[in-house]
């Protein structure tokens, strides 16, 4: 279990980036008493790695203060789940042995055991790691105090700390402490951290911007977003630059000429500090160069005059360390942005947040967007055209919505919004509504077919598998897709239609008029919703097992369910099939590189990421190509089928990349979501996180993935036939290709 389980939270830590945002390096929560909403699962800064298991903030059990986490084993758990609580901190102290502590309390722990974690991340590569896990700490215990050591270096960019439950049973855990050379670790105060004038709101009274005033307002946007990835008076954390630009904003404002703004821009520049230092010039291969950042707007003399112009271009070249107050690194290459407050009092943000929620977004796309390439609209004529639409929003869901069209611009599937504890009672809700028809929609044949039954549905409900909607509340399902096109996010047009479908049966009512096409009568119902909450989710609980032996020697693996550990057995079982199928039509975890090695005869390159960093924000460039698979003159040499669909996105795209450079492979399905890379959070103001493509994905010729997805070798797509006669066309197909297969 200690192998394996390690193995597994290692790539689950690397690859999914962090859930929290905006982290305030002020004031660390080790101890876990400082909780913003009373509807938080866990602490401020604290967040959930680990699948399966409950964490919840204890304040019965606690070893001092006012609360602890407790970590609690699942009724039904299969080997390889854990749950871990952690927290990072960016690495601005100096020394040479980290050290963390923290008490922890044991009850009936059995089957696994329980961890401190500590590791250590530096530029794209982890540098230390350790969970005790070779201790083996099981059963039953009072408060005891644990800790863990790791070398420690100026390398070191990023500290993860936390604490895991991998057996059944449960675990206390509190008050952490990290300390280094010896010395606990004090917050570093930041003068930005010290700056509360805007705290009540950006005193920006709502007004109607002109034409002119809007290229302005654009102007200022962009300026201020190169000034503070590119700025290193800003990078230190020495003036907080959302607050910065309420100063500036109300001159801009009264500027009456492009003169006099230009006068006004040039004067904030220099008042930001001089440059002191040049960076050396960047020593690239040129062959590694995926783009360079869109700065030609910045050598505009027409529109900046020549002493913008000048400044900017000194800016440009100016020395940055690795240290920002904005951003840092993960060990994977994604960016990580912190001290983004999301200003989480303010539902409805006043016209100024309103403008820094558009100039945050528009310049994290700007400069950390892998795939900024492939946004279809001129990126600068964006801002202008949203800086109206955000200034105009007129409450709290006109201002969502309009985030959401924002984000719809950089077609990524990984994208979304998410209120932190208020998602399921907010506007949003009541926007798409309370209830649900609890029936699965998948797009067939262009038509909305009904192709799942919930088990939540009223036992009169007269909606049957195969039926074809028509209407609902009215709307037909053609208006339905237009209306909500524009603010569903997603990297291509058939994955849209899957996230619609999601919730296109939604409604405020319980009662849902639906008209539908059952054996070619149309008809119509007044179904019985239910109601969205704790209590029902239209995301069903997959219940298939991980394999089965098929007819005709083959062999079927369902990659949602199937678990590392089960692989030797498995393949033990397939070795001599005549072919096996890979079915990737859900959504899974880390299983390449381990199932990769029974299926490749030798190490093969099937990937390259891309990716930015401190020296140059928003050019990326390709690392060198990764491998998949050993040397094994046993690899399985029968036939191998792999199927995809819309479902099929993420870690399944690049399971599939993978797989797909084994001997003997065909693909088989339609179009994937096309999102592929890990994920980068960051908050928006208003209570808003959301997140965004972190990591660029290229086939090792260079060729994209995103919005393409995997092309299927052959194009199979379910039909409403098919539906109604309970078939699995796909599987169908795959089990036919390896039946023909000589």
């Known amino acids: 279990m200690n192998k394996t389980f390690l193995t597994f939270l290692i790539f689950i830590i690397t690859s999914i980036v962090f859930g929290q945002a905006g982290l305030n390096t002020t004031q660390f929560n080790f101890s876990f008493e400082i909780i913003t909403s009373s509807n938080q699962k866990l602490p ?16 019965l059990v606690k070893h001092n203060g006012k609360n602890s986490v407790l970590l609690q084993s699942p009724d039904k758990r299969t080997k390889d789940d854990f749950g871990c609580v952690a927290y990072r901190i960016p690495a601005i102290f100096e020394g040479k042995e980290i050290e963390l502590k923290a008490f922890m309390k044991l009850k009936d722990v059995k089957e696994g055991p329980i961890g401190l974690m500590l590791r250590l991340d530096g530029d794209s590569v982890i540098l230390g790691f350790d969970n005790m896990q070779q201790k083996n700490i099981q059963g039953t215990s009072d408060w005891t105090m644990y800790s863990v050591k790791l070398p420690y270096s100026k390398n070191v960019k990023t500290i993860i700390i936390g604490a895991l439950l991998s057996g059944t049973g449960q675990l206390w855990v509190d008050d952490f402490e990290i300390l280094i050379d010896g010395k606990a670790i004090k917050p570093k105060e930041y003068k930005a951290d ?60 009264k500027s009456n000429s492009k003169d006099d703004r230009n006068k006004i821009l040039s004067e904030w520049i220099n008042s930001i500090g001089a440059i002191k230092e040049n960076q050396e010039p960047l020593n690239i291969d040129k062959s590694k160069i995926k783009f360079v950042p869109d700065l030609e707007w910045t050598k505009d003399e027409s529109e900046l005059g020549k002493v913008i112009v000048a400044q900017l271009k000194e800016i440009k070249i100016a020395k940055r360390n690795s240290q920002n107050y904005y951003l840092n690194f993960n060990a994977s290459g994604n960016a990580i942005f912190e001290h983004e407050d999301q200003y989480n009092k303010m539902t409805f943000p006043d016209a100024g947040f309103r403008l820094l929620t558009l100039y945050r977004y528009w ?111 009215g709307e037909s399902v053609d208006e339905i897709i237009k209306r909500r096109l ?86 033990k079982n397939f070795q001599n099939c005549k072919g096996i199928i890979f079915d990737h039509r859900c959504r899974f975890g880390s299983l390449l590189y381990s199932l990769g090695e029974y299926l490749m005869p030798a190490p093969i390159q099937f990937v390259k990421f891309s990716r930015t960093n401190f020296d140059m924000p928003g050019m990326f460039t390709f690392t060198d190509a990764v491998t998949v698979g050993k040397n094994n003159p046993d690899y399985y040499k029968g036939k191998v089928v792999i199927i995809v669909n819309e479902i099929t996105q993420s870690a399944g795209e690049f399971h599939s990349m993978g797989f797909r450079k084994a001997p003997k492979v065909t693909v088989i399905g339609n179009t994937t979501a096309g999102a592929d890379g890990n994920v980068s959070y960051f908050n928006l103001p208003g209570g808003i996180t959301t997140r965004i493509t972190g990591l660029g994905v290229y086939y090792p010729d260079g060729g994209e993935t995103q ?25 169908e197909k795959a089990i036919q290709i390896i039946k023909d297969e000589k």
């Open 194 to 253: 010290k700056d509360y004038e805007f705290d009540e709101g950006s005193k920006i009274k709502i007004f109607i911007p002109a034409e002119e005033k809007i290229n302005d307002l654009k102007i200022l946007g962009m300026v201020w977003g190169l000034l503070k990835y590119y700025h290193p008076t800003v990078a230190k954390g020495d003036i907080n630059w959302d607050y910065e630009l309420f100063r500036i904003l109300p001159k801009i404002l």
């Open 44 to 59: 401020d800064n604290w967040f959930q790695w680990g699948r399966g298991y409950n964490l919840y903030v204890d304040t």
């Open 486 to 571: 524009p603010i569903t996010v997603a990297s291509n047009y058939s994955t849209k239609l899957r996230n619609i479908a999601y919730d296109i049966l939604r409604s405020n009512s319980e009662s849902v008029p639906v008209t539908y096409l059952h054996h070619g009568q149309m008809k119509t119902d007044n179904v019985k919703g239910v109601k969205l909450g704790k209590d029902y989710s239209t995301s069903s609980k997959i219940q298939k097992k991980s394999w089965k032996m098929l007819d005709n020697n083959i062999g079927y693996l369902f990659m949602e369910t199937l678990k590392e550990s089960e692989l030797p057995e498995i393949m």
């Open 363 to 473: 310049n994290i796309i700007q400069y950390y967007f892998p795939y900024k390439n492939l946004i279809e609209d001129d990126w600068n004529q964006v801002l202008r055209n949203f800086i109206p639409e955000f200034v105009k929003s007129s409450n709290s869901l006109e201002y969502r919505l309009t985030i959401l069209k924002l984000i719809e611009k950089i077609h990524d599937t990984h994208a979304f919004i998410r209120e932190n504890d208020r998602f399921l009672d907010t506007v949003m809700l009541d926007y798409f509504g309370k209830y649900t028809v609890p029936c699965q929609i998948s797009f067939i044949e262009n038509k909305a077919v009904i192709t799942k039954i919930y088990s939540g549905a009223d036992s009169t409900i007269q909606l049957k598998v195969g039926d074809i909607v028509e209407k609902i509340n």
């Open 707 to 731: 919005r393409i997805g995997i092309v299927p070798d052959i194009e199979v797509k379910p039909t409403i036939k098919g539906i109604i006669e309970g078939r699995d066309e796909l599987l």
